[in-house]
């Protein structure tokens, strides 16, 4: 492992410091301009990447918290982001699928998301 001098050490911390910055803004932006949480944000994206996850999966994957699923799930459902199944087999679980009715307005965001990241 490389070990870096102290002044490196500042510029590294520096340059993620501006990273985080940026990327705080973009959610922040994301937010005010269509309701959209952080996490809302991140799980639609994985979301449209997939297509359709189970719940428990979602979970396991990272692509949201256990914490932060339930009230999420509910808000994204209730704009209409998302779809939600249950399995006939297991009630208990549900499958949830990105509304393609919402693909040209979210790839419309991310196109927003991608301007922001090269500016």
Request: charged letters at 35%.
């Amino acid at each position: 492992m490389k070990t870096q001098s102290y002044s490196e050490a500042i510029s590294t911390c520096s340059a993620f410091f501006d990273q985080q910055n940026k990327i705080d803004n973009i959610f922040l932006v994301i937010e005010q301009k269509y309701g959209l949480k952080k996490h809302e944000f991140f799980f639609l994206m994985k979301l449209n990447e997939v297509e359709e996850v189970h719940l428990k999966d979602a979970m396991k994957k990272g692509y949201i918290k256990q914490n932060k699923s339930a009230r999420a799930i509910k808000r994204l459902f209730e704009k209409r982001y998302i779809l939600k199944n249950r399995l006939k087999s297991d009630e208990r679980a549900v499958i949830l699928r990105f509304n393609n009715e919402y693909k040209e307005e979210f790839n419309e965001i991310m196109q927003e998301v991608i301007y922001m990241l090269n500016e």
